[in-house]
Structure formats: C-alpha cells, structure tokens
C-alpha cells in the first residue's frame, strides 16, 4: 500500500475534538498530561498507524503511544474512520499474551524498527514519546504487541 497524503495532511485527519477527546481518555492512566504532550502523543500515535499500514513487519508501539492508540481505538468509529483515510480496513492491535516474559534485546531492536519506519513514512520521531530517543520509560510492547493492518 502507498499513501499519498503528506504527514500534515494525515494529521489532519484527527479533528481538534477527538484530539481533545483522547486527550482526556490518556490523562485518566497519566494524569500530569500536558496539553502540549497530549496533542504531541496523538500525531506520535498517527505517526505510528501510518507507518503500520506501511510496513512489511509489524511495528511495535512505545508505551506512551500505546496510551494513546488504546484510545483512540476505544472510539471505533472516529478509529475506523482514520484507518479507511488510510486506505485500510482496520488496523488490529495485537497484544503479546506470552505472559513468560520478554527479550529486552528483542525489543530494542523492535523499537528502534518502528523509529526507523516512522522516519521513512515522512513523520519526526518525537523523543520524549520514545524510549532511548529521550525521556520515555521503557515500553511494555516490546513484549510483542504489534500492528496488524487487513489490507497490506
């Protein structure tokens, strides 16, 4: 799939509302949300849908985004809505449920692969959303939840 829409057209794509929506859905687990980290948190989560759909592997989210993407998917029909602009059906979020543990180094490198397919899908990567970018913690996700777009 190739999306043709430029990285500030597609964040156009969310609406000041729903920004301000998901807003208030992340600060009920991250309450010190800034409004400034929260309208950050949704384009590093547009970001990340985007380079999903664009992707061969699955990408895998830092924890701060995933705040972010279980909102949004919360509200399945502005969530839908968004994928359809992408040209897709649905973009299935898809938790690890090996609950033996994770492979930190596997995760890094996950990580870092999603940074790097971020960067390519024409979108910054914005530190303190992303562990060993900057200030962001460490991520459950590398445990292995992941993107799964229908129509790649």
């Given at each position: 799939m190739t999306i043709t829409k430029q990285p500030g057209e597609v964040l156009g794509f969310i609406s000041p509302v729903l920004r301000e929506r998901l807003a208030q859905d992340v600060r009920k687990t991250w309450p010190e949300l800034s409004d400034d980290q929260a309208e950050r948190g949704v384009s590093q989560m547009v970001a990340f849908l985007v380079a999903s759909t664009l992707a061969d592997e699955p990408l895998t989210p830092s924890l701060r985004v995933d705040l972010f993407w279980h909102a949004f998917i919360q509200r399945s029909v502005?969530?839908?809505?968004?994928?359809?602009?992408?040209?897709?059906?649905?973009?299935?979020?898809?938790?690890?449920?090996?609950?033996?543990?994770?492979?930190?180094?596997?995760?890094?490198?996950?990580?870092?692969?999603?940074?790097?397919?971020?960067?390519?899908?024409?979108?910054?990567?914005?530190?303190?959303?992303?562990?060993?970018?900057?200030?962001?913690?460490c991520t459950q996700c590398h445990a292995g939840c992941t993107d799964s777009p229908v129509n790649k």
């Open positions: 502005s969530y839908v809505a968004f994928a359809e602009s992408l040209g897709v059906d649905y973009i299935h979020h898809v938790p690890d449920d090996d609950e033996t543990g994770s492979d930190p180094e596997a995760g890094g490198a996950a990580l870092e692969a999603t940074k790097t397919a971020i960067r390519a899908a024409g979108f910054a990567v914005d530190p303190e959303f992303w562990p060993n970018e900057g200030a962001a913690g």
